[in-house]
């Protein structure tokens, strides 16, 4: 699943029209209000969070490297999520990374995160047009930011069909996210109550009954304050783990029997 924070005015603007809100609803929100910037102080920041679900967890697998199986760098300037076939995730991976790499070298510039999108979106469609050929089953998420339309976020099918999102899900129960998402999401949501958004929808809707590093991953694409540069992280297990702590998620350690007498 993943969060923009990016605040559309235009949508913001239009709730002016709304009718006015009751005196015990404007008592709830302005309660919540405060409950947020309590939880999340200071200036809120702008980005995007990607979050999702691992499927294979092992004790034996090398948390640091070379586990991930749902989020992937494509360029410094995008990261994507992935949900279906992670073979066939892995190719397309491989094609947009190449497809950027291509275009920063023609260009001495980041490609356009729409640009890129297109591009991977007609080669999974004309997967779909021939006979004798097989679909990619994978759908994805674009989380990115260029010049032309700062940051972005976009979700494309099998089919190749793709679209732009304020916050959307894709995967296994994603219907249930999306109403989550739909209920709590705000044009004002700040990079740091996105996280704690991401992480509540996914302990609602994973099949797992606890939440921790080695059945999520974690990403965020920001701006730098001072460089004004694109920042895409992608958290570490111990980095997951914290950030469960803060929220409240985290994994409740055993509670060991007492020793016999």
Known sequence: MAVDTDADPAAAASTSTTPAL?????????EAKAERERKYPGPQRAGIVL???KKVTSKLLEKDRGSSEKIFLINGNILSAVAGFTSDANSLVSYSRNAAQGHLSSYNEDMPVEQLVQKVCDLKQGYTQFGGLRPFGVSFLFAGHDPHHNLQLYASDPSGNYSGWKATCIGANNSTAQSLLRQDYRDDVGLDEAMGLA???LSKTMDSTSLDSEKLEFATLTIDPESGLVVAHIFKPDEIDALLEKEGLA???EETPAAAA
Do not use: R
């Open 22 to 30: 009751s005196a015990a609803a404007k008592k709830k929100e302005e």
């Open 251 to 253: 994994k409740k350690p």
């Open 199 to 201: 992480l509540k929808v």
């Open 51 to 53: 979050a999702a679900e």
